[in-house]
């Protein structure tokens, strides 16, 4: 369900926190089947705790290691939300 979810917000602006506390946020470019993500345009949410990320404009990252992936609410679409569900629901 996630996954084809995930594929229609390829585009727009997320932020992923991480099981180590980190938080990113940027566009998401792509994810897989594995919800690993590629990101672009990124910064760091707390930069004060986490300067040496300031630099880092791109990034991959390991589905494994996500805890949350936030969108802001506006790119919430409950109607595209079922609509996954209902594929996934479906094998498809």
């Known amino acids: 369900m996630f996954f084809s979810y995930f594929k229609d917000l390829v ?3 997320v932020t992923v926190e991480l099981k180590n506390d980190l938080a990113i946020r940027g566009t998401l470019h792509s994810v897989d089947q ?7 345009n990124t910064r760091v949410v707390d930069q004060d ?3 040496h990320m300031r630099s880092v404009r791109n990034c991959f990252i390991r589905g494994s290691v996500v805890r949350y992936v936030q969108l802001p609410p506006e790119g919430v679409d409950i109607e595209l939300l079922h609509d996954a569900t209902r594929r996934e629901a479906r094998g498809g």
Request: aromatic letters at 16%.
């Open 49 to 51: 705790k986490y300067p």
């Open 34 to 40: 594995y919800l690993n993500i590629k990101l672009e």
């Open 11 to 13: 585009g727009r602006e």
